[in-house]
């Protein structure tokens, strides 16, 4: 079992910048993909990015390109997503996740095994 637990959202004016953190507890060395998720009110849960263990293949959404930057510090067992230049259209619940296999495609929500509570991230205009 793996506990996943997101922290760092906030409302943040367009334009602004937010780091989100994960900390994950548990059987962590079985986290082979990780990955960031988020899900807009109305909207389906999607793919923001995501990192596979073994040669460090990382993803984007095309949306986010550019803008985002996923990170993971193994000794602290904490994934992080660093977003800058926040758009309104960022505002979302945002959701880590992690999965002891690889995932493909990597934004396939339905593959992904464990997830965090979310954290709200809202982007005022």
């Known amino acids: 079992q793996v506990q996943l637990e997101e922290s760092g959202g906030g409302l943040v004016q367009a334009g602004g910048s937010l780091r989100l953190s994960c900390a994950a507890s548990?059987?962590?060395?079985?986290?082979?993909?990780i990955g960031w998720f988020r899900q807009a009110p109305g909207k389906e849960r999607e793919g923001v990015s995501s990192?596979?263990?073994?040669?460090?293949?990382?993803y984007y959404a095309d949306s986010v390109k550019g803008r985002f930057t996923i990170s993971r510090d193994i000794a602290k067992n904490t994934l992080y997503l660093r977003m800058n230049n926040l758009k309104s259209e960022d505002t979302a619940v945002y959701y880590c996740?992690?999965?002891?296999?690889?995932?493909?495609?990597?934004?396939?929500?339905?593959?992904?095994?464990?997830w965090g509570q979310g954290t709200q991230v809202t982007v005022s205009s």
């Open positions: 996740a992690a999965d002891p296999r690889p995932i493909s495609p990597w934004y396939d929500v339905r593959q992904w095994h464990y």
């Open positions: 990192r596979m263990r073994n040669n460090g293949d990382t």
């Open positions: 548990g059987h962590t060395d079985s986290t082979y993909a």
